[in-house]
């Protein structure tokens, strides 16, 4: 039975508000990082879903452009976050704030 | 079974010859990273990127006339893309000449190759009319920059390469979950194809906003900016002169070509409006904020964040004339602004930057021929004749007074005024008679080539100044 695409589109939806949600909630860095790759991901369902309803394979091709892009923001992420908490015993974007902001 | 054809020819390729160029050459630097001494390889590598971007930017000018679309319209060559290519080229050599403050010596090769990526990001955003190009462009330029931040010893350094990749990478998913919308709209990742009536307006509306939100925060418009001063300060000189100019120009390019050439006729202004008021917003705040700032690459920061909403105020109407002005403004900014952070590379010591506001208190004395080159890039900055800063400033006031913005024209007034006020609270401190121990000893700084950078800064603001040449022929083309 087929599914009506308004559902893909609105489980997308509701992946990137979590995803928004932990960004701005959540303090450690690996949760922030891993909420980013969650709108990311979001953003893949919608694609790949309105691919498949105007039957048009540059949505696909778009997924996995962004699957390839964010598998290496993850790695510089880690990369980063492992710089910055090497001396600090525990993980937390609230101690991370020498600058003003 | 068809037989294989090669679905793009050399007219497609040679669309993206000269961003091909910046992006390989940073392979030979590496490779000569590894074979070269230790005592040689700062040297060469900065030798090697320069040569790469020259190369780069003349290739660039072959194009010139012969607009096209190459990779079925996913990069766009033209009038418009090819001034955003030399922009960018020369924002990045400019900051390459500042280089020599940039990471260990070891670690020289991989930050210049990295800067040099992120330049060929920038130019992939100069052409880039799908969406599909646009994302691509935009995280090789975040990418490399993300790492670039990070190469100081300071503690700070690493907190702003942290706070970049974090927020810079949500405005991403902004950026791209609104690419999504606007495909679901559509059905097509084309720019060309949002010039059709969407299917969806809701889609289409929603695309369009997180769209645009995502190069807002890209562009560091209020109130989008706040990760721009922080991480202007954090990042190593050369890396912020850098950012504020290529990332800056690659952004722009993209909104100019979404806000020119993307959108349906009727709605386009409608839709643009709140970028507007955003452009209103940073030429206001960005002037506030800076009059409190005691750090020269936070005041910087901030006079960026201001002199990037009377760029954006210059597309405001959409008219042809208005791109014009904003390509001669950001072009005069680029040069005011790399000009003065050409000054603090030169102000700045082995193991400290020299961007506090008190290494200029006496330096009129000490040093008056920087003192007055950094007085007349700030005379530019706040928009006195005979800069170009002040060519520029009148042109965008033209224009959006003929597009029918002139409220516009008006927040612009109020922001220069504001601004007056920053910028000579510096050259009062260069000239000013300070008595007792505050006055510092003229530094000898690590390398004469950022001298270089404030004469072709100082000389390029003249003469813009006294011959204005806005480009013509920049209209952006989807297909």
């Known amino acids: ?40 991901n979001a953003a893949n369902l919608a694609l ?54 | 079974m068809p037989p294989f054809v090669m679905p793009f ?98 670690q020289s090769g991989g930050a210049i190759a990295l800067l040099l990526w992120s330049a060929s990001g920038a130019m992939l955003l100069a052409g880039a009319a799908n969406l599909m190009t646009i994302f691509l462009g935009l995280e090789l330029l975040s990418l490399a920059l993300y790492c670039l931040c990070g190469l100081s010893s300071r503690p700070s350094a690493r907190e702003a390469s942290l706070k970049y990749l974090i927020l810079s990478s949500t405005a991403s998913g902004f950026m791209l979950y609104g690419m999504a919308l606007l495909f679901g709209a559509t059905g097509s990742v084309q720019l060309a194809a949002l010039l059709a009536p969407p299917a969806s307006t809701t889609l289409f509306t929603l695309g369009c906003g997180l769209f645009m939100i995502g190069f807002a925060f890209k562009l560091s418009l209020v109130p989008f900016h706040v990760w721009t001063p922080d991480v202007y300060e954090g990042a190593p000189l050369p890396v912020t002169a850098f950012m504020s100019i290529v990332t800056k120009a690659g952004a722009l390019a993209v909104i100019a070509r979404f806000a020119y050439a993307a959108l349906p006729q009727p709605q386009a202004q409608a839709i643009l409006i709140p970028l507007w008021i955003l452009a209103a917003l ?24 201001a002199q990037l909403g009377y760029v954006v105020a210059a597309l405001a109407g959409t008219t042809a004339l208005g791109l014009r002005y904003a390509i001669f403004y950001l072009i005069a900014y680029m040069f005011m602004n790399l000009g003065a952070f050409a000054v603090v590379a030169l102000l700045s010591r082995e193991h400290e930057e020299g961007s506090r506001l008190s290494a200029f208190a006496g330096l009129g004395y000490r040093q008056p021929a920087l003192a007055a080159a950094m007085t007349f890039f700030l005379m530019g900055l706040a928009g006195l004749p005979p800069t170009a800063g002040f060519i520029g400033k009148i042109l965008i006031l033209s224009s959006s007074v003929d597009a029918g913005y002139a409220w516009l024209a008006g927040v612009l007034i109020v922001g220069t005024a504001i601004s007056a006020y920053v910028y000579f609270k510096i050259v009062r401190a260069m000239y000013a008679r300070t008595t007792g121990a505050d006055i510092q000893r003229a530094v000898k700084p690590a390398s004469l080539l950022p001298w270089l950078g404030v004469g072709i800064c100082a000389v390029a603001i003249l003469v813009l100044g006294l011959y204005p040449v806005a480009p013509s022929d920049v209209l952006p083309l989807v297909k």
């Open chain 2, 282 to 305: 940073s030429m206001i705040a960005g002037n506030v904020a800076a009059l409190a700032q005691t750090d020269m690459k936070r005041l910087l920061a901030y006079s960026g964040i």
């Open chain 1, 1 to 40: 039975m087929p599914v009506d695409i308004s559902y893909y589109v609105i489980l997308s939806a509701v992946l990137f508000f979590i995803g928004v949600a932990g960004v701005i909630l959540r303090r450690n860095p690996l949760i922030v990082l891993m909420s980013i790759e969650l709108i990311f």
């Open chain 2, 9 to 106: 020819g050399t007219s497609d390729w040679s669309a993206v010859l000269p961003l091909s160029v910046v992006a390989l050459t940073p392979l030979l630097v590496l490779l000569l990273d590894l074979i070269l001494p230790k005592a040689m390889r700062r040297g060469a590598a900065v030798t090697i990127a320069a040569l790469g971007l020259i190369a780069g930017g003349l290739l660039a000018l072959q194009g010139w006339g012969h607009p096209f679309a190459a990779f079925g319209g996913g990069f766009v060559n033209g009038g418009f893309t090819i001034v955003f290519e030399e922009v960018i080229v020369a924002g990045a050599l400019i900051s390459l000449l500042l280089a020599t403050h940039l990471g260990r010596d070891d």
């Open chain 1, 48 to 101: 790949v879903a309105f691919a498949r309803e105007w039957s048009n394979n540059a949505g696909h091709i778009f997924a996995f452009l962004v699957i390839t892009v964010a598998a290496a923001e993850a790695a510089i992420g880690l990369a980063i976050v492992v710089v910055v908490f090497r001396r600090s015993k525990n993980v937390d974007v609230d101690e991370v704030a020498g600058l003003r902001g």
